[in-house]
Structures are given as C-alpha cells and as structure tokens.
C-alpha cells in the first residue's frame, strides 16, 4: 500500500468530496443541477448572442450611420457649392462684366471700377469670408478681385502652365458654358483661409468669342456648417475620384492623393453609393448632387468597440455574478425541497433499524408536511400493531399457563384409569368400567398434543364421553339433547372450545338447581358460518357476573370461558363472536359463531 504525504491527502481529501457529491445520484444534486441549468441557460444565450452578434449588429449599426450622414452631408455640400455656383453665374454672364473683359482694361479709381466692384460685392453679399470671387481676362491685364487677387490666377505668368492649384489651368472637356466645380485648387488663400473648392466659369461675349474667366473660391468656412451635424464623424472627405485626389472637410490642412488618406487606400473601390469597410473604420461614400465629387463619411469603430469592450467586460462581470447567484439561489432552492426529503429518507432509515420514535416535522411545502403526516401515522400504526402482537403472545402464553394450571397431569390421570379400569373388569363393575373408558378417552385427547385443532365432529364425540360419566353420575337427574349438523362435522376448529361450556353448564348452571335438569348442545351452519349453542335450565346468572369484555377473564376465576374465547379470538379476530345471556332461575345460554369458509379452503388445499 503507497502512503501519500499528508499535504496531498489533505488537498485530495475535499476533492474527493466534492467528487463524490456530484457523482452521488442523490435528489439534492438532481434539483440543484436543474435549477443552475434554468437560472444559466438564460444568461449563456444572452452572452453568446451577445458575443456572436453584437459585433455583427454594431458594424451594421456604424454603417447605417456612416450611410445617413455621407447622404446628408452629400446633399449640404451640394446645396452650398450649388449656390456659389448661381452666383457664378450672375457675375459671369453681367454685361457689365462682359464690356469691361471684352474692352481688356479697366482704369482704377473709374466709375466703371466702381460699378465692377460694387457688382462683385452685392453678388457675393455675405460670403465675403466664406468664398471669394476673382475675374481676370485672357490677356492678365484685367484682375479683379473680392479679397487680395492670387497669383495663382495671374494669366501673365500662369496661363499656359499646368498648376494643380490652378482651376484655370486645366482643361476639363466640358461644355465651354457650364461651371467646373474641383477641389484640386485646395491651397490655403491670401486671407490665410483654406480653399476648399473652386468654381470656375469662363465669361463669353454674344459672338461667342472667351474673353476671359471667373473663378469662385470656396472657403472651409463655408462648410463649416456641415461639421456641426456629424460630431460622430472621424472625418468628411470630398474626392475627386478622376485624378484620385481628396480633402478633409473636418482636418483642412489635408488634401492630396489617396496615398495620404489610408482609409481610402484600404478600400476595394471608390464609387458612388458605397459603404465598406476600411479597418477600424467604416466608409460611406455618396455623390455630391450636381457635381462630379464624391463626399466620403469616415466613421471610426474605435470608440465604438472601447465601448463594446466596457459592455462585454461589464457584462462578462455581471454575469459571474449572475452565475454566482444562480448558483446561490440554486443551492437554496434545492435544498428547501430536498432536505424535507431527506430527513423523511432518514427517519425511514431509523424505522428500518428499529428505533420508532416519532416526531411532527412543519415543512414549507403542503405536500412534504402531508408526507410526514402520513408517514407518522403509519409509524404509530406499526407501533400500535406491535404493542397488540406482544399483548396478544402475553395473552396467549398467560392462556396456555392457566388451561395448564387448571387441568391434572394427564399421563398420572391415564396411568391411574387403566389400572381402575383393570379392576373394574376383573371385579365385573360394568359402571365403573364404562366411566374409566369414557374418562380415558377424554385424557387421550388431552395427551394427544400433536395437533392443535380438531373437527367438530371430534368435539362432539368428546362431549359425548363427558356426558355419559355425567349422566352415570346424576342418573335420571340429568336430561342431555345434542345435536350435531352433518355439514359441519368436517370443520377444524381449535380443541377444547365446546366441553369448557358444557363443563360450566353443569357445575355452576345445573348442580346448584333441585329437580330435573335440562342440557342441551347444538351445532349447526348457516349462511357459511358455525352456530354452536350450550343451553341449560339452571339457576342462571346474575347480572355483572360476566363482564361485556370477555379480555377482562384474564386474571378471574372463570377460565374455561376465557380459554374459549381466546383460543376462538386468535384464530378468527373479529369474525367470531360469542355470547352468555342468562338470568336468575331461567338458565343459562352460550352461543358462538364464527366462519366456516376459512376452514373449507384449508381443507380444499
């Protein structure tokens, strides 16, 4: 055998308790087990749910997001560009504007340089610095502004080169009439505001012939009223998806080609109506309504998904808690119901060990509190019964003592008639003879102990050898009628239950009265029940002599009844009955009755 070091077989020790309890099919662990299933599998879903699709819905959820805002957004930036382009419009098509480019000069400080200007600032009345207005001819010579003119637009030194700040420059295959609106002039202004976007429009005279342009520059200020409506917003992007060039409406400093914008380089593609994701990001990209921009809402998830974290992590939390009061009020729950069943179990275990003690257990549920009624009573039932079994054995043996006590030695008895009954036939005593035989057939009976019962018609035979010695006794005195029904001469009963009646009959019924006397000894069946009756004229009883409980005889003088009674009481229970009625100089009656069909059956087997 190993011996383990004691440090380990302390550790193993609750181990195997705790083993053992869950292994131990017992109803506590079953409820408790059900109930942990009942209060968790609600808490396990709703975490799995949870932690598979809350995810999946928050994604959907900032794409929805992005989609509304990039639409709506789309939509403002449209309106706002669509209105400096009206005003474009105004200005380029003036005839004012057309003379003096057509003309090629302007004289400063000339009512025609006031009448220009005064144009150019009711036209643009109230954007003065949200947008700015520049008109220049052909030739350079005519460079008229709403704020500083830029060098940018300066035609005497920028007319034929390509500049990516300069609208005027490129040369976008449009209609030669309508406006062109990019973001490729992003610059930051003579005004230190940064452009946003440019609008050009070329100015024709009515031949036809270019006379020059008009350029309106579109300030961050201007745009600025898009930012206020997408605080959610990481950042707002207007693309120019030709030359792949973009500028942030919420960062203006940025602006150039996707390389500089990552969340545009990680997209798939780059059209219009598209939402995608762009790492920790979601993009959603809209056309700008009646341009050829694009406007992109960038929304982060990173906010988002620090928020998820906290939920989860406080949910996580919250659910070791739930866990551990599932697992509380499981324990509670299973032990309400399972200890009532358990101290029930243990008490039947007591019963079944023989202690019968018995005490009222008040459970919580109606159900357990009838069980322990019902089981109390029946423990009171089982100790009642054996009380009456021990009385009756005490009753029995008490019996058996006094039938003893009151009878001879039978073998002294038979020894002694033989001899007299040897003399009688020797000395030709023909009386003494016939009672010697008469009597010893009685004592044979006595000693024949084999068998504890005998049939009726063996009781009547042994009457019949009683009444001949008593009638060798009394003479004529004694009149005997006894009758015996041939349908119950089969019949067991117990011995000795008719000639302790007759017997009394005679010593306390008819030996006390003068004159004649009258015996008479039935036994009949009627309706599968034995009738025995023993009838006498004699002097009769006083009233009390017999008490109405025959188990009062016990410790009395009359104890051939109470042999009969207990003898005919331990064989039948409550089916017999017997009864004594007599009064003072009337006689006496003793009638029994009892089944016959018990006896039938163990004689059929």
């Known amino acids: 055998m190993i011996l383990l070091p004691p440090l380990i077989a302390a550790t193993l020790h609750p181990m195997n308790r705790i083993v053992a309890f869950w292994t131990k099919k017992t109803l506590f662990t079953r409820l408790f087990l059900y109930f942990l299933v009942v209060l968790t599998v609600p808490l396990a879903l709703f975490a799995s749910y949870y932690a598979l699709l809350g995810g999946r819905n928050q994604e959907q959820h900032l794409m929805e997001q992005a989609k509304q805002n990039a639409l709506y957004d789309a939509q403002?930036?449209?309106?706002?560009?669509?209105?400096?382009?009206?005003?474009?419009?105004?200005?380029?098509?003036?005839?004012?504007?057309?003379?003096?480019?057509?003309?090629?000069?302007?004289?400063?400080?000339?009512?025609?340089?006031?009448?220009?200007?005064?144009?150019?600032?009711?036209?643009?009345?109230?954007?003065?610095?949200?947008?700015?207005?520049?008109?220049v001819s052909n030739s350079g010579k005519v460079r008229v502004s709403t704020h500083a003119f830029p060098d940018v637009f300066d035609l005497r030194y920028h007319g034929n080169d390509y500049d990516m700040n300069s609208i005027i420059s490129q040369n976008p295959n449009v209609s030669p009439t309508a406006s062109i609106i990019s973001i490729r002039g992003h610059r930051q202004a003579e005004s230190n505001r940064m452009v946003m976007a440019s609008i050009l429009r070329r100015v024709y005279d009515k031949e036809g012939e270019n006379l020059g342009y008009l350029v309106v520059e579109v300030f961050a200020e201007a745009l600025s009223s898009v930012l206020s409506t997408t605080d959610v917003l990481a950042d707002i992007l207007l693309i120019d998806n030709r030359v792949f060039i973009a500028s942030s409406l919420k960062y203006t400093d940025r602006s150039g080609p996707f390389t500089k914008f990552p969340v545009l380089t990680s997209l798939k593609s780059v059209g219009r109506a598209t939402i995608q994701r762009s790492g920790s990001s979601v993009v959603a990209i809209e056309a700008v309504p009646g341009t050829d921009l694009l406007l992109a809402a960038v929304v982060s998830s990173v906010p988002y998904q620090e928020s998820f974290d906290r939920l989860l992590l406080i949910?996580?939390?919250?659910?070791?808690?739930?866990?551990?009061?599932?697992?509380?009020?499981?324990?509670?729950?299973?032990?309400?119901?399972?200890?009532?069943?358990?101290?029930?179990?243990d008490r039947m275990s007591e019963v079944e060990k023989g202690n019968l003690q018995t005490h009222e257990v008040t459970a919580s549920i109606f159900e357990f509190t009838q069980l322990e009624h019902s089981f109390?009573?029946?423990?009171?039932?089982?100790?009642?019964?054996?009380?009456?079994?021990?009385?009756?054995?005490?009753?029995?043996?008490?019996?058996?003592?006094?039938?003893?006590?009151?009878?001879?030695?039978?073998?002294?008895?038979?020894?002694?008639?033989?001899?007299?009954?040897?003399?009688?036939?020797?000395?030709?005593?023909?009386?003494?003879?016939?009672?010697?035989?008469?009597?010893?057939?009685?004592?044979?009976?006595?000693?024949?102990?084999?068998?504890?019962?005998?049939?009726?018609?063996?009781?009547?035979?042994?009457?019949?050898?009683?009444?001949?010695?008593?009638?060798?006794?009394?003479?004529?005195?004694?009149?005997?009628?006894?009758?015996?029904?041939?349908?119950?001469?089969?019949?067991?009963?117990?011995?000795?239950?008719?000639?302790?009646?007759?017997?009394?009959?005679?010593?306390?019924?008819?030996?006390?009265?003068?004159?004649?006397?009258?015996?008479?000894?039935?036994?009949?069946?009627?309706?599968?029940?034995?009738?025995?009756?023993?009838?006498?004229?004699?002097?009769?009883?006083?009233?009390?002599?017999?008490?109405?409980?025959?188990?009062?005889?016990?410790?009395?003088?009359?104890?051939?009844?109470?042999?009969?009674?207990?003898?005919?009481?331990?064989?039948?229970?409550?089916?017999?009955?017997?009864?004594?009625?007599?009064?003072?100089?009337?006689?006496?009656?003793?009638?029994?009755?009892?089944?016959?069909?018990?006896?039938?059956?163990r004689s059929s087997l």
């Open 76 to 135: 403002q930036v449209g309106i706002i560009l669509e209105s400096y382009r009206h005003k474009a419009y105004q200005i380029s098509t003036n005839e004012l504007v057309i003379s003096i480019l057509k003309d090629d000069r302007i004289e400063t400080n000339s009512q025609t340089s006031r009448d220009l200007y005064q144009l150019l600032f009711s036209t643009m009345r109230g954007d003065t610095y949200l947008a700015s207005a520049h008109l």
């Open 315 to 345: 949910f996580i939390g919250t659910m070791a808690v739930g866990s551990i009061l599932a697992m509380i009020l499981s324990l509670l729950f299973s032990r309400s119901i399972s200890r009532p069943i358990k101290d029930l179990a």
């Open 376 to 601: 109390n009573v029946m423990v009171k039932q089982i100790i009642s019964l054996l009380e009456l079994t021990k009385e009756e054995e005490k009753k029995l043996h008490e019996a058996e003592r006094k039938a003893l006590e009151s009878q001879m030695n039978p073998h002294f008895l038979f020894n002694t008639l033989n001899t007299i009954k040897a003399l009688a036939k020797l000395h030709d005593e023909q009386e003494i003879y016939t009672i010697a035989v008469k009597l010893g057939k009685l004592l044979r009976s006595t000693i024949d102990n084999h068998e504890s019962e005998c049939t009726l018609e063996q009781s009547m035979s042994l009457i019949d050898s009683y009444l001949t010695i008593q009638k060798l006794r009394f003479g004529e005195k004694l009149h005997v009628q006894t009758y015996l029904d041939p349908n119950c001469k089969d019949v067991k009963t117990p011995k000795l239950i008719i000639q302790p009646l007759v017997e009394n009959a005679i010593i306390h019924g008819l030996e006390p009265k003068a004159g004649v006397w009258d015996l008479q000894v039935k036994v009949v069946k009627l309706d599968n029940r034995i009738f025995i009756s023993v009838q006498d004229n004699g002097v009769g009883l006083k009233k009390g002599t017999l008490p109405d409980n025959l188990e009062e005889l016990a410790n009395s003088s009359h104890v051939g009844v109470y042999n009969v009674y207990r003898r005919l009481y331990l064989k039948y229970k409550e089916k017999m009955h017997i009864s004594i009625v007599g009064a003072i100089g009337e006689g006496t009656i003793v009638k029994v009755s009892f089944p016959a069909e018990c006896n039938e059956q």
